[in-house]
């Protein structure tokens, strides 16, 4: 079992940057891939970024690559999420997942564990 906490969402001006960041309880964070995914008012929800369990591997979604970045400290059990030059269309609730799996995936299927969600607004 895997609880997952974010925090670090809020309102920023176009352009701005905001650090999200995920919490975890449970024995088996080290070995889980983690990810970020956003939905939006209206929309489903969708891949965003994620890692293995050892932080090496990273996979993002086309629309964030060379703006986000997501890294993870095993030894805090904490994961984030670094949103640089943000866009109105970043806004979103952002969700973090811990799968049962090391090896990460951008499909929402192998994730198990999901937060409550943390709200990203950004005003153009």
């Known amino acids: 079992q895997v609880q997952l906490v974010e925090s670090g969402g809020g309102l920023v001006q176009a352009g701005g940057s905001l650090r999200l960041s995920c919490a975890a309880s449970g024995r088996t964070f080290s070995t889980s891939a983690m990810g970020w995914f956003r939905q939006a008012p209206g929309k489903e929800r969708e891949f965003v970024a994620t890692?293995?369990?050892?932080?090496?591997?990273?996979r993002y979604a086309d629309s964030v690559k060379g703006r986000f970045t997501m890294s993870r400290d095993n030894a805090k059990k904490t994961v984030y999420l670094q949103m640089n030059s943000l866009k109105s269309e970043d806004t979103a609730v952002y969700y973090c997942a811990a799968a049962e799996t090391r090896v990460l995936s951008v499909s929402l299927s192998p994730y198990a564990y999901w937060g409550q969600g943390t709200q990203v607004t950004v005003s153009s």
């Open positions: 890692v293995d369990w050892s932080g090496g591997i990273k």
